[in-house]
């Protein structure tokens, strides 16, 4: 008989078999689940990081998961140097769309001025704030 269980603190292993089925499943189907993925470093002059960008490419679309500077960097073009970097890639990876997310107390203005645009938007997540999926299609 089948039970169903809650495990409160899974293993990493324990959820990774969750995706070793969906990999499984969306393979019979022709698609593959696999992604690329990316890490863009920016360094200050000793070399220490101080920003950067990372994420994964499938499908024709590359996700940017994480994409930070540092406040001293800040206001000096660097994030957008950054995301140029970044789709730079993006048209090497032959994708035609680069997608992300951002929170409400984060940097949403910074991305609609290169160009991207809302297409999803989570009241209350955290509590009190938005959390804002926005994309770019390439050029």
């Known amino acids: 008989m089948l039970s169903i269980e809650t495990?409160?603190?899974?293993?990493?292993?324990?959820?990774?078999s969750i995706?070793?089925?969906?990999?499984?499943?969306?393979?019979?189907?022709?698609v593959s689940f696999d992604a690329e993925k990316?890490?863009?470093?920016?360094?200050?002059?000793?070399?220490k990081m101080v920003g950067g960008?990372?994420?994964?490419?499938?499908?024709?679309?590359?996700?940017?998961?994480?994409?930070a500077v540092i406040e001293a960097?800040?206001?000096?073009?660097?994030?957008?140097?950054?995301?140029a970097q970044v789709e730079a890639l993006?048209?090497?990876?032959?994708?035609?769309?680069?997608?992300?997310?951002?929170?409400?107390f984060q940097a949403k203005p910074f991305y609609e001025k290169l160009g991207f645009s809302v297409f999803a938007t989570?009241?209350?997540?955290p509590p009190g704030k938005q959390r804002f999926i926005l994309s770019k299609k390439l050029a």
């Open 7 to 16: 495990i409160q603190e899974p293993t990493e292993a324990e959820q990774l």
């Open 90 to 104: 993006a048209r090497d990876r032959s994708c035609h769309s680069v997608w992300l997310d951002t929170y409400s």
């Open 53 to 67: 960008a990372t994420g994964d490419s499938r499908w024709g679309w590359l996700f940017v998961g994480g994409f």
């Open 38 to 47: 990316f890490l863009i470093v920016l360094r200050d002059p000793q070399g």
């Open 122 to 125: 989570m009241e209350d997540y």
């Open 19 to 30: 995706f070793d089925i969906l990999r499984e499943y969306n393979l019979a189907h022709g």
């Open 73 to 83: 960097y800040r206001g000096q073009g660097w994030g957008t140097r950054l995301m």
